[in-house]
């Protein structure tokens, strides 16, 4: 038997709220959860795995835009793989880049620490 999640319990495993995971409902990030006789929402394992990757996705600078783009392509079924792969093939390289812009400013940040080092010895040896 597959285990199922209640919003909070979703919300807990991905530190996500459950306003955001309603969000993500609403805007059809997420689609088909299942409902229980009281119209909760229970979510399966394959919707646990599909908003951790949302997770993923989105701290990595995805845009909603291109988070929804990704979301309605999964769920037209596998005649769109091509286009899923090119999509995030195309995130990864911008992530890549990110991260490259991100070292060049870190860089930049440790000379100017280590600059004001300096300057900071050179006043105290005045002293």
């Given at each position: 038997m597959e285990?199922?999640?209640?919003?909070?319990q979703?919300?807990?495993?991905?530190?996500?709220s459950?306003?955001?995971l309603?969000?993500y409902e609403k805007?059809?990030?997420?689609?088909?959860?299942?409902?229980?006789?009281?119209g909760?929402?229970?979510?399966s394992e394959?919707d646990?795995?599909w908003?951790q990757?949302?997770?993923?996705?989105?701290?990595?600078?995805?845009?909603m835009?291109k988070m929804?783009?990704?979301?309605?392509?999964?769920?037209?079924g596998?005649?769109?793989?091509s286009?899923?792969?090119?999509?995030?093939?195309?995130h990864?390289?911008?992530?890549l880049?990110?991260?490259?812009?991100?070292?060049i400013?870190l860089?930049k940040?440790?000379?100017?620490?280590?600059?004001?080092r300096?300057?900071e010895?050179?006043?105290?040896?005045l002293?």
């Amino acid at each position: 038997m597959e285990n199922l999640f209640s919003i909070q319990q979703l919300a807990a495993i991905t530190e996500m709220s459950s306003h955001t995971l309603r969000y993500y409902e609403k805007i059809g990030l997420i689609q088909h959860v299942q409902r229980d006789k009281n119209g909760y929402r229970q979510y399966s394992e394959f919707d646990l795995a599909w908003v951790q990757f949302l997770v993923r996705l989105r701290a990595t600078g995805m845009s909603m835009i291109k988070m929804k783009e990704f979301s309605d392509l999964r769920y037209q079924g596998d005649d769109t793989v091509s286009l899923r792969r090119e999509l995030l093939e195309q995130h990864y390289q911008d992530t890549l880049m990110n991260m490259r812009e991100l070292q060049i400013n870190l860089t930049k940040m440790e000379e100017k620490i280590a600059h004001y080092r300096a300057l900071e010895n050179f006043h105290l040896e005045l002293l």
